[in-house]
C-alpha cells in the first residue's frame, strides 16, 4: 500500500509564506503526476499546482505568480512554495498523486490546513 502525509501547514499572516511537503511512502515503482488540491469551508475542491514526472507544471488562476509546485523524485517528495498568501488562501490542502506499484492507482493524502489570517 501506499501513503501520502502532508505538512508544513499552520498559521500565517497575510503576506506571509509558507512552505507544504507531500512525502510518498510504500511499496512505489514511480511516480508519475502529482498536485496539491485545496478545500476551503462552504467551496468546492480545487486543483492548485499540478507536476508530472518531467517537471511540467500547471497552475490555478488564481495561484499563478504566488504559488510554485516542484517535486524531488529521488525522495518521492512534492513541494508547495506559497508566497504573498491571502486570506482567500485559507484551507485544508491535500496531496494527490499517481503512484505505479503493481498497479496504478491514485491516491491521496489526509490533508493539511493552512490559515491565512491576522
Do not use: H
Not at 1 to 29: D, K, T
Not at 50 to 69: L, M, W
Not at 89 to 102: F, G, K, L, P, S
Amino acid at each position: 500500500q501506499v501513503q501520502l502525509v502532508e505538512s508544513g501547514g499552520g498559521l500565517v499572516q497575510p503576506g506571509g509564506s509558507l512552505r507544504l511537503s507531500c512525502a510518498a511512502s510504500g511499496n512505489i515503482f514511480s511516480i508519475n503526476a502529482m498536485g496539491w488540491y485545496r478545500q476551503a469551508p462552504g467551496k468546492e475542491r480545487e486543483l492548485v499546482a499540478g507536476i508530472n514526472s518531467g517537471g511540467s507544471t500547471d497552475y490555478a488562476d488564481s495561484v499563478k505568480g504566488r504559488f510554485t509546485i516542484s517535486r524531488d523524485n529521488a525522495k518521492n517528495t512534492m513541494y508547495l512554495q506559497m508566497n504573498s498568501l491571502k486570506p482567500e488562501d485559507t484551507a485544508v490542502y491535500y496531496c494527490n498523486a499517481e503512484v505505479r506499484t503493481e498497479i496504478r492507482s491514485n491516491y491521496w493524502g489526509q490533508g493539511t490546513q493552512v490559515t491565512v489570517s491576522s
